[in-house]
């Protein structure tokens, strides 16, 4: 299993310009879900799915998108970037949204000039 | 808001045990206390969870308090390997909005 795997692993985006984070998983998974990792904090909840189709927001959605078509990927939309985006951004699965441990990917930083 | 309060940093010898606290004094009966951690430039790790009872797995042993108001991560041996920050997570199983609030976490620096 390559468990969560996330591309790119860095990216640049001038002001205004959009672009998608990649998310999959291989776990078969049901729930999927975005954070963003500011310097020197912890993680904050962008969205989450709790299966295909099915998508809600975290504590900080604005400026993003989601969508889940498959139960394998999960990508992040940006819709017009803004500097204050620029961030760790890290994706997570687990088997349910019930109690069960989570599997990070690698993450994206992301700059936004 | 975070709904965990953890020291903002530790330190340990190597081989030594290590025990870190969070209080989490508004938990519900609903939320498990899960404890993660993040080494540099990596994405956060699980390291165990539990309810009511103490726990343990192979990576470390969890204690928690008659009350639920706080509980304690416990490695064992500590190594240089462990050296992260750990975060203690309330994992609500009625809102999952509110799953896995990240607070700042513990920074544990191991000393060989």
């Known amino acids: 299993n390559a468990g969560v795997t996330q591309t790119p692993k860095f990216q640049v985006l001038k002001t205004g310009q959009s672009m998608t984070l990649q998310c999959a998983q291989d776990m078969n998974h049901e729930y999927m879900s975005w954070y963003r990792q500011d310097p020197g904090m912890g993680l904050r909840l962008i969205h989450y799915s709790v299966g295909a189709g099915i998508t809600d927001q975290g504590e900080v959605p604005n400026g993003y998108n989601v969508s889940r078509s498959t139960t394998e990927d999960f990508p992040l939309r940006l819709l017009s970037a803004a500097p204050s985006q620029t961030s760790v951004y890290f994706c997570?699965?687990?088997?349910?949204?019930?109690?069960?441990?989570?599997?990070f990917g690698p993450g994206t930083r992301l700059t936004v000039t | 808001d975070a709904k965990t309060t953890q020291p903002n940093s530790m330190e340990s010898n190597e081989e030594e045990p290590v025990h870190l606290p969070c209080n989490h004094s508004?938990?519900?009966?609903?939320?498990?206390i899960h404890w993660y951690r993040q080494l540099p430039s990596q994405g956060p790790e699980y390291v165990i969870h539990g309810l009511t009872s103490n726990v343990n797995n192979r990576m470390a042993s969890l204690a928690i308090a008659e009350d639920r108001k706080s509980s304690t991560l416990i490695l064992h041996r500590a190594t240089l390997r462990d050296a992260a920050v750990y975060y203690c997570i309330l994992r609500a199983l009625d809102n999952y909005g509110q799953n896995f609030v990240f607070g700042p976490g513990t920074r544990l620096s191991v000393l060989p």
């Open positions: 997570a699965s687990s088997y349910s949204a019930g109690d069960y441990e989570q599997y």
């Open positions: 508004t938990i519900s009966g609903t939320d498990y």
